[in-house]
């Protein structure tokens, strides 16, 4: 029971510490890159405008002192408003959070759905020659970016076939045209990291052992090999997890999707600190259990992880 | 038989309709109007905190009104006020328009435009772009009666009425209990469509039947799809039923599509702005005229335009008051700009540096490479740099650039009218680019003539002086580009502003 | 009755049919030595002056006569254009996969390799590495250095460090736990000693996978950073930006597409072929990956 005090109390230091971290890197970098007050005053706007606008935001106040202020604020989970509408930073964000995540879990699920068994299926016996074409298919794929994916396919299925919606928000199918670009997208590198790991696991004398006992193919590759790769593949899929959260803005642009990469766009160009703040705040966070997911699955499928603390 | 063949053809065409036509078809009852633009006000629903013009402006048109519009030739026109007159020369007397309500009731009248007034003099308003940038000079409003107010200003202003037009009335009430950010999420116009929902992902707003502009359809979507490519898809979709801002090569793939596309001349000139109180080559005018003459404006305007723009002759377009035919600009002529270089004492040419902004013009970025390759065409090297606009701001208000030149467009909306550029550029008091001073002398006599004829007259002088003088490099007069989808009616735009009230869908 | 799957059990099994790893090592050589010949010698590939515009020319369709791969939105030659963006998108494919690659398995062995206070420590780092967005870092970078060449190949190094480290960091987790691995530091060999000739050795298959994928994503990444404008200066002839400037002439102009495409993708196919050619090599060498 301490043990699993400790081991939680642990944990929650270190997400406060990666919170911190990541907050006061951004707050600096922010501080580097530009004066919203000008931007808010507008075009020609008197240095006066400027001087009370930076005043209202306590722009004007000395970097430590904003610096403070802005600890004491986000420890309580208060990141001011957003500069630019004026809602509620932390709120506004959270509205763009479901969507964001119906999109990141739909890619991720169907990009293992599409990229595990294809990578198997290319590590188990890579020499093959029809192995070889599915490798040469993927290196195709791995040379066309991500929005013309997207672009291809709403012209295929929205423009000729009309069979599916192109824009966020329309009918319940339009999730599907940019899960499917986020998929195709991710799914070549996710290939070829889990048919390295197959095929190491081929190797392997446990494998070779496994099979001199008699051991039927399919099974070798499930119960030997699939746990043994587990690792590297889903530490691809955390760290495509923690892309997909603000990082797939051109897709969001491209089919309109409420995301957070968009709204990260959108804040940068408009300089609105407060809720860049709470993006990449919200993003920190949730990477964070992502990784104590993935930590766990590590644990399952290696066994001899369990004893070490991760 | 017969009846039969033709029940039975009638049924087949049916299930092809619903097979091949993808949507269902919308119930007779409610007829919904989408439109595709580019991006939503960032400040939702919010008017005072958005400059006039994109992305606001494609929201704001159909929820609020202004007291006056400027049209597409220049002229003022009754919007909120219907008869306005020139009391002395910081006051102007306004009459309002009578029977206005707004979307939640309220009743459209003296205390509503003084409320607006009120905030944009308060402090807060003073914050505010319109506050600050647009209207700075507005003092107060004082009600005469009930349909009847009077407007001050701090300095004398001939044109207070068409700067009125960047002044959205809002409801005072709602404006009053809500506050700004409250508003902001359910704003009350007087517009043809009330807010049903700020959504992340689109606006839909219904009809208000009782507005004094009632529109024919039923229910509008804004939806902003800022990708050109995928905006264009969704008209070929069928997704929306007009898209706003495409690019000039796109009018092509509109057409195939069966729709059709409605270019509107812009009030805004694009240019390249020399700085000319940094000492450099740009501080000779024979430099900025022979970099004028360099550039093949006409070939960029048939070209890069789809043939719908116009290579820019001064710093405002024929839509706009003050514009002079007379002047001729600076066409295309390499080898006068050449003998100018070489008269300046450039003869082995030379090398400039600029800032510019990408992404604001259809096909901009494709402009000023063309800028720069003719340049180079006369032994011109221009050197230039991209930057966002928050970069762009802060340089422009202290005319802190490094380089020699920026990217600049003189915009003349909303108010239609020559003196916003003029007066802007020509000796900005903070952080001028560009400053003469007999010039300057005839922009502030202008700001004062009441007299509309004599006024017209100063304003084209400016324009013969300031573009012999060329504080810039005006490449062209930009457009907007408008597509309408099929079966699609009653669409016009008038500097930005879409008539929404007159769109409608099915047959004509 | 379907046809068993015959497993590699043979040392020569194991290294697959005797002649293959010298072909794909062969051709994967020559197309990539071919590419390092163009980058070097990029002018004699011209057909015209990629820099050379000409409104009139605008949007032409690929043709033997004239322009082999049609013209772009201001009538520059495709094909010079891609020709002349070897060097560009070459070089910052791989000196990002190098930064990266760098800092990405330093990193990830590191964190793997320690114990306790140490690993906690530099997992976080690459969880923090992970989780800040890389636009922030991209602005960063353009704001304060600017655009060009190095900014954008530091850009994309710093980009690709966290996914390296995060494959690196579970992979060395378990080869760590292997049985030689446990042997060697029972022995008392030393922890570094026993990184270079065991861990990186047995990293390879995985290093050269992620090396290969990253070098294909930064290429493709090169292309979202035109598109938010933190690219390549605008006009430089770069894939990236190229493939950014096709987007809105997808259905209308789709060669402005294919050059910068079919360029990425072989250059793609090459280095993932190489990757799959040492893999073959080191198959045949030996019957077990030590």
């Known amino acids: 029971m301490k043990q699993r005090l400790k081991a939680v109390g642990s944990r929650l230091l270190q997400l406060v510490v990666l919170l911190g971290t990541i907050s006061t890197t951004l707050f600096l970098l922010l501080r580097l890159s530009g004066d919203p007050a000008i931007l808010l005053a507008g075009e020609g706007a008197s240095p006066e405008t400027i001087n009370a606008i930076r005043a209202d935001y306590g722009f004007d106040k000395s970097l430590f002192e904003q610096y403070l202020i802005f600890i004491w604020d986000v420890v309580r989970l208060d990141f001011g408003r957003s500069l630019v509408n004026s809602q509620p930073a932390l709120g506004f964000v959270l509205k763009y959070l479901p969507s964001t995540l119906h999109l990141t879990f739909l890619a991720i699920l169907f990009n293992s759905l599409i990229a595990i068994p294809a990578g198997v299926w290319l590590g188990a016996k890579p020499t093959q020659r029809r192995r070889r074409v599915l490798s040469a298919i993927v290196s195709v794929a791995q040379g066309t970016p991500a929005y013309v994916i997207g672009l291809l396919l709403i012209q295929i299925f929205s423009v000729w076939f009309n069979w599916l919606p192109s824009i966020a928000g329309t009918g319940t199918w339009s999730w599907v045209l940019p899960t499917a670009t986020l998929s195709f997208a991710l799914a070549p590198n996710l290939i070829r990291v889990v048919a390295a790991s197959i095929e190491d696991t081929t190797r392997q004398d446990y494998f070779r052992t496994a099979k001199a006992n008699g051991a039927e193919p399919r099974v070798l590759l499930i119960r030997h090999s699939l746990p043994n790769a587990l690792l590297s593949t889903t530490s691809l899929l955390g760290a495509q997890f923690a892309f997909l959260l603000s990082g797939a803005l051109i897709t969001e642009y491209i089919f309109a999707w409420p995301g957070l990469g968009l709204i990260l766009v959108q804040s940068i160009t408009n300089l609105d600190f407060p809720t860049i703040q709470a993006t990449v705040f919200v993003v920190a966070y949730l990477v964070f259990f992502v990784n104590l997911i993935m930590d766990q699955v590590f644990r399952i499928a290696d066994p001899r992880l369990r004893r070490s603390q991760l | 038989m017969r009846n039969k063949k033709i029940f039975s053809a009638a049924v087949s065409v049916a299930l092809l309709t619903l097979l091949w036509g993808g949507q269902a078809p919308a119930s007779a009852e409610i007829k919904t109007i989408t439109i595709g633009v580019p991006g939503l006000p960032p400040s939702q629903g919010n008017p005072f905190k958005e400059g006039p013009g994109t992305p606001g402006i494609h929201t704001y048109a159909a ?3 202004a ?5 597409s030739k220049g002229v003022v026109r009754p919007r909120l006020a219907t008869r306005w007159k020139s009391i002395d020369s910081t006051t102007w007397r306004f009459t309002l328009r009578q029977n206005v309500k707004f979307s939640n009731g309220e009743v459209f009248n003296a205390d509503a435009v003084i409320e607006t007034i009120d905030f944009l003099t308060s402090v807060d308003g003073r914050k505010t772009v319109i506050g600050s940038t647009e209207l700075p000079d507005v003092t107060g409003a004082k009600k005469i009666s009930e349909y009847l107010i009077e407007v ?16 959205y009335i809002v409801a005072p009430k709602a404006w009053k209990s809500a506050g700004q950010e409250v508003f902001a999420k359910a704003p009350i116009g007087t517009g043809p469509f009330k807010v049903d929902s700020i959504s992340t992902t689109r606006i839909e707003l219904t009809a208000f039947k009782g507005s004094w502009r009632a529109p024919k359809s039923d229910k509008l979507i804004i939806i902003p799809l800022a990708d050109a490519a995928s905006r264009l898809q969704a008209l070929q979709s069928g997704q929306v039923n007009m898209v706003a801002a495409i690019n000039p090569d796109q009018i092509a793939a509109v057409k195939k599509a069966s729709a059709r596309v409605f270019v509107v001349p812009a009030p805004q000139v694009m240019s390249l702005a020399f700085n000319t109180i940094k000492s450099g080559p740009v501080t000779d005018v024979r430099v900025r005229q022979a970099l004028n003459y360099a550039v093949n404006k006409a070939e960029i305007a048939q070209r890069l335009l789809a043939g719908k723009g116009k290579p820019a002759t001064q710093g405002v377009t024929p839509s706009v008051l003050g514009y002079n035919r007379d002047v001729q600009g600076y066409p295309y002529d390499p080898d006068k700009a050449k003998e100018l270089l070489a008269a300046a004492g450039f003869a082995n040419g030379l090398t400039i540096s600029a800032d510019i902004t990408v992404g604001s013009f259809p096909s901009d970025n494709l402009i000023y490479q063309t800028v720069k390759s003719d340049l180079a065409k006369v032994g011109v090297t221009l050197n230039y740099t991209t930057i966002t606009f928050a970069q762009w701001l802060p340089q422009y208000n202290t005319n802190s650039w490094k380089g020699d030149a920026f990217g600049l467009s003189w915009n003349s909306a909303p108010r239609g009218d020559a003196s916003r550029p003029y007066a802007i550029f020509v000796c900005k008091p903070v952080g001028a680019f560009y400053c003469n001073a007999g010039e300057d002398a005839l922009v502030k006599k202008a700001a004062l003539e009441l007299n509309a004829i004599k006024r017209l007259a100063i304003l084209k002088e400016i324009a013969v002086k300031v573009t012999a003088s060329a504080p810039a490099l005006y490449i062209v007069e930009q457009i907007d580009l408008y597509a309408l989808g099929k079966n699609l009616y009653g669409f016009s735009a008038n500097n930005r502003a879409i008539t929404y009230e007159n769109i409608y869908t099915g047959t004509k | 009755m379907k046809k068993p799957i015959v497993w590699p059990i043979t ?21 990539l030595g071919t590419l390092f010949i163009i980058a070097l010698f990029q002018p004699f590939f011209y057909r015209v002056d990629p ?14 006569s004239g322009a082999w791969l049609g013209t772009d939105a201001l009538g520059q030659d495709v094909y010079s254009r891609v020709i002349a963006g070897f060097r560009w998108s070459l070089g910052i494919g791989t000196i990002g996969t190098l930064i990266g690659g760098l800092i990405g398995i330093s990193l990830g062995v590191s964190a793997a390799w320690n114990r306790k206070r140490l690993r906690t420590f530099l997992s976080r780092v690459i969880d923090i590495g992970i989780s800040f967005p890389y636009l922030i870092i991209a602005v960063t970078i353009v704001t304060v250095v600017g655009r060009g060449f ?9 980009v690709s460090w966290p996914t390296i480290a995060r494959v690196v960091y579970a992979e060395t987790l378990t080869l760590r736990e292997r049985e030689y691995v446990t042997a060697a530091r029972l022995f008392g060999i030393g922890s570094l000693r026993s990184i270079f000739s065991h861990i990186l050795p047995a990293l390879r298959p995985t290093i050269q996978v ?5 070098f294909a994503e930064l290429l493709i990444a090169e292309s979202g950073l035109s598109f938010l404008g933190l690219g390549a200066p605008l006009g430089t002839p770069t894939w990236g930006n190229m493939l950014n400037e096709s987007r809105t002439y997808m259905a209308s102009a789709p060669w402005m597409m294919f050059g910068p495409v079919i360029a990425i993708i072989v250059t793609i196919f090459a280095a993932n072929l190489l990757g799959e050619g040492l893999n073959a090599r080191e198959r045949s060498r030996s019957g077990r990956v030590s």
């Open chain 3, 150 to 158: 190095w900014s954008l190949a530091l850009t994309l190094g710093l």
């Open chain 2, 67 to 71: 007291l006056t519009r400027v049209d």
């Open chain 3, 210 to 214: 992620v090396a290969a994928f990253t």
């Open chain 3, 51 to 64: 820099a050379a515009l000409d409104l009139s020319l605008r949007l032409q369709s690929p043709s033997l």
């Open chain 2, 63 to 65: 929820i609020f009104d």
């Open chain 2, 152 to 167: 001050t200003t701090k300095t004398a202003d001939a044109i207070l009425p068409a700067k009125l037009a960047a002044l």
């Open chain 3, 11 to 31: 040392r020569r099994e194991i290294g697959g049919k005797g002649h293959s790893s010298p072909i794909m090592l062969k051709v994967s050589a020559f197309i």
